[in-house]
């Protein structure tokens, strides 16, 4: 076992046997994509579970899965579509990049997804959190999965601190994973910090929170997706008195979404992009 710098490897193993304990008397078994290790279907609850609670995910994941069984139904379908059923997670381009990444697969990969996570984070929208967490859910690499529970453990136990960068963050993680479970652990490693030492139970800080959503740009993109999905398109006068009202940039927020291929403008009207 690779050792982490002034730790010894008797105060690694109990940690280990604690984490463990909690996760056996108390852990998330029962959860829908902790069921699989189909890698789709890890790679889609990973981008759900993205600023998205736990118990929220579960009821998305079994419709989704349900739905769209196989990348090839996702790539096949409309963006209409997909971001109606995405509705009440957020963050529409997260689902638009899941379906570039799908098409990825299969034009790619040739219908296999990658099983390294460096070959996994050429996939659109795929970074090194949810490479990792395929790497360890999917196909059980020894690999740290650094989440925000995550971090706040490792500092929480001594193994780093509120200052370490993200790239130590995961180095440490990966040396405290025990031979041959990294997907037991990390679920495990999850749970604790979800469960047990909460955000309210320690003194770690966040790395940053979403802030409030009413009069955000997140606020206006979501009516303008919504305003889209329900009259299968939107005014752009509608939008501007909305930005107005909370003071935003109605030329930086259609910009954006633009680019990133959510919606165009045709007319006086925004409409979705497929």
Known sequence: MQQVPDVSA?????FQDKIFRFYDE???????????????????????LSQTQVSRVE???????????????????SNEELLQLWQG???????????EACRQIIEEFKGEYPTSKEELMKLKGVG????????????????????TNIRRILIYEGFANEHTPIKKLEEIA???????????WNNALMDYGALKLTAQKSSVKSLGSQGKFIGSPRYIRSFIVKEC?????????????????????YDDIIEKMI???????QGDSIKIKN
């Open 59 to 77: 009821k998305y994941f079994n419709t989704w899965i349900e739905t769209f069984p196989t990348p090839q139904d996702v790539i096949k379908t």
């Open 26 to 48: 108390l852990g998330r078994h029962n959860l829908s994509f902790r069921q699989t290790k189909n890698p789709y279907h890890i790679h889609i609850s990973e981008i759900m």
């Open 229 to 249: 999905l329900h009259n299968s398109q939107c005014s752009i006068q509608k939008v501007k008195e909305e930005c107005l009202k909370y003071q935003l940039s």
């Open 259 to 265: 680019v990133q291929k959510i919606i165009y403008t």
């Open 10 to 14: 008797s105060t690694i193993k109990e």
């Open 128 to 147: 090194s959190y949810v490479a990792s967490a395929i790497c360890a859910f999917s196909y059980n690499q020894d690999i740290g999965v650094v989440d």
């Open 174 to 184: 990966q040396q405290l994973v025990p031979k041959g479970r990294g997907r037991e």
């Open 89 to 99: 997670l957020g963050y529409n381009s997260r689902v638009l990049n899941f379906k």
